[in-house]
């Protein structure tokens, strides 16, 4: 009888205890292998989403990859997951992948973009709105079109326009650099009151700092609505499987255009910091940080929103 009533006296004193944290990821979660491409956009949401992992114990590495060796990583296991998967730009990376398994789309992360040709305002306002209207300013184009990192399947929708001949411009070129080497061009061109025919995409703050003019007619290569997009979260075969709790925190994440924009000014205009700006929009905006968290856990099993607020200072 005795042995019964301490038995339950234990059992009664352990009720009395806080629940126990639900058990912990394996070690070999604990690095988050990403990518980016060297856009600002992926840059701020790469740092939005590291700063959280940090606060939950896992230790963010990121890669500057190009886009086709970005899948391929993701394809060989040598990426875990990847914030910049642009729709339907990037689908002939995608598909083929998710076919055979080897790739996962999470789930979208940002909407209500658009990723087409754009001119400056001054350029549409001497006419040139349109695709079609671009051959017959040729030489005041010098037959040019500026596009980000080679590779990049925006920079080879152009291509394609090229080798078709489509509009008229089987004679012009397309000069390959980086977003930032693309917009050191448009700003000379700008102050010159050149003209110049460039990718252009939101969120960035290009739309804010230029007056710009996205072209139509674009529809064949850059998809309608003036190249109306979506980026989608991806990664690779089993992790959510093997490190569920990042796996839930992927599904989860998401950003909006002007959370984007002001963190990606504030690093190309202010030289700040990606990190530094990516927490002022984390401090900002809890209620989004806290639907990112909903059924997740530190990696050692604790209590995620703690420990993110925590880390935050809210």
Same mark, same amino acid.
């Given at each position: 009888?005795?042995?019964?009533?301490g038995?339950? =006296?234990?059992a009664a004193?352990a009720?009395?205890?806080?629940?126990? &944290?639900?058990a912990?990821?394996?070690a070999?979660?604990?690095?988050?292998?990403?990518?980016?491409p060297?856009w600002?956009?992926i +840059?701020?949401t #790469?740092?939005m989403?590291g700063?959280?992992a940090? &606060?939950?114990g896992? /230790?963010?590495?990121?890669d500057s990859?190009?886009v086709?060796?970005?899948?391929?990583?993701? /394809?060989n296991?040598?990426?875990?997951?990847f914030l910049? #998967?642009?729709?339907?730009?990037?689908a002939?990376?995608? *598909?083929?992948?998710e076919?055979?398994?080897?790739?996962v789309s999470v789930?979208?992360?940002?909407q209500?973009?658009?990723f087409?040709?754009?001119?400056p305002?001054?350029?549409?306002?001497a006419?040139v709105k #349109?695709?079609?209207?671009?051959?017959?300013?040729a030489d %005041?184009?010098? /037959?040019?079109?500026?596009?980000?990192?080679p590779g990049?399947?925006?920079?080879?929708h152009?291509? *394609?326009?090229?080798t =078709?001949? *489509?509009f008229?411009?089987?004679d012009w070129?397309?000069?390959?650099?980086?977003?930032?080497?693309m917009?050191?061009?448009?700003?000379? &061109?700008e102050?010159a009151?050149?003209?110049?025919v460039?990718l $252009?995409?939101?969120?960035h703050?290009m739309?804010?700092?230029? %007056?710009l +003019?996205?072209l $139509?007619?674009?529809?064949k290569?850059?998809?309608?609505?003036?190249? =109306?997009a979506?980026?989608?979260?991806? @990664?690779r075969k089993?992790?959510?499987?093997?490190?569920?709790n990042?796996?839930?925190l992927?599904?989860?994440? +998401?950003f #909006?255009?002007d959370m *984007?924009n002001?963190i990606?000014?504030?690093?190309?205009?202010?030289? $700040?910091?990606?990190k530094? &700006?990516?927490?002022k929009?984390?401090?900002?905006n809890?209620k989004?940080?806290?639907?990112w968290l @909903?059924?997740?856990t +530190?990696?050692?099993?604790g209590? $995620?929103?703690?420990?993110v607020?925590?880390?935050?200072?809210?």
């Amino acid at each position: 009888m005795k042995h019964v009533l301490g038995c339950l =006296a234990i059992a009664a004193s352990a009720a009395l205890l806080p629940a126990v &944290a639900t058990a912990a990821e394996p070690a070999s979660c604990k690095t988050i292998r990403m990518s980016d491409p060297g856009w600002t956009d992926i +840059t701020s949401t #790469n740092a939005m989403f590291g700063i959280v992992a940090d &606060a939950l114990g896992y /230790k963010q590495k990121v890669d500057s990859l190009a886009v086709p060796i970005t899948f391929q990583a993701l /394809k060989n296991g040598q990426l875990d997951a990847f914030l910049g #998967n642009w729709m339907p730009a990037q689908a002939h990376f995608v *598909e083929p992948l998710e076919k055979t398994g080897d790739l996962v789309s999470v789930h979208t992360n940002l909407q209500g973009i658009r990723f087409t040709l754009a001119v400056p305002a001054y350029v549409a306002d001497a006419g040139v709105k #349109n695709f079609a209207d671009l051959a017959k300013n040729a030489d %005041k184009f010098e /037959k040019t079109f500026y596009g980000i990192e080679p590779g990049a399947p925006a920079n080879q929708h152009i291509q *394609e326009m090229i080798t =078709a001949k *489509e509009f008229g411009l089987g004679d012009w070129k397309l000069v390959e650099s980086s977003e930032q080497g693309m917009l050191s061009q448009v700003e000379r &061109a700008e102050r010159a009151k050149k003209w110049i025919v460039f990718l $252009a995409w939101e969120p960035h703050p290009m739309n804010t700092k230029y %007056k710009l +003019t996205y072209l $139509a007619g674009g529809d064949k290569y850059f998809g309608p609505n003036f190249g =109306a997009a979506m980026v989608n979260t991806v @990664e690779r075969k089993n992790y959510e499987k093997e490190c569920p709790n990042v796996g839930k925190l992927l599904s989860q994440v +998401t950003f #909006n255009v002007d959370m *984007e924009n002001t963190i990606m000014s504030q690093i190309l205009d202010d030289n $700040a910091d990606p990190k530094k &700006a990516a927490m002022k929009q984390l401090k900002a905006n809890p209620k989004l940080v806290d639907s990112w968290l @909903e059924g997740v856990t +530190t990696m050692d099993g604790g209590d $995620a929103k703690a420990a993110v607020h925590k880390a935050l200072g809210l």
